[in-house]
């Protein structure tokens, strides 16, 4: 079992950056993809990043590329989310989740969560 607890959404301007936080309950290194999805009211989920437990590799979505930045810190267990550039599309409950086993594509990995935090929403004023 892996808890995972996101925290670091809030309320920003368009234009603006924040990092949210995806803390683990335990390692999960060499076993786990984690990564972020988010959802805004009336929507489906979209997937918007995701990263293998080693950093090695990182993977986004279409509408985030060259704006939001991955990263993970193995000795805290914990993955970032570093959003610069921030549109009011942004808005939504963005969610941390883990699937086992390697990133095959963000389909599979919307389809085939494991594990996945409460939540932390996200909203960008234009």
């Known amino acids: 079992q892996v808890r995972l607890v996101e925290s670091g959404g809030g309320l920003v301007q368009a234009g603006g950056s924040l990092r949210l936080s995806c803390e683990a309950s335990?390692?999960?290194?060499?076993?786990?993809?984690v990564g972020w999805i988010r959802q805004a009211p009336g929507l489906e989920r979209e997937f918007v990043a995701a990263?293998?437990?080693?950093?090695?590799?990182?993977y986004y979505g279409d509408s985030v590329k060259g704006r939001f930045t991955i990263s993970s810190d193995n000795a805290e267990n914990t993955v970032y989310l570093q959003m610069n550039s921030l549109k009011p599309e942004d808005t939504a409950n963005y969610f941390c989740?883990?699937?086992?086993?390697?990133?095959?594509?963000?389909?599979?990995?919307?389809?085939?969560?494991?594990?996945w935090g409460k939540g932390t929403l996200v909203t960008v004023s234009s």
């Open positions: 989740a883990a699937r086992a086993g390697p990133f095959q594509n963000s389909g599979v990995f919307l389809r085939g969560m494991d594990y």
């Open positions: 335990r390692h999960t290194h060499g076993s786990y993809t």
């Open positions: 990263i293998n437990w080693d950093g090695r590799h990182k």
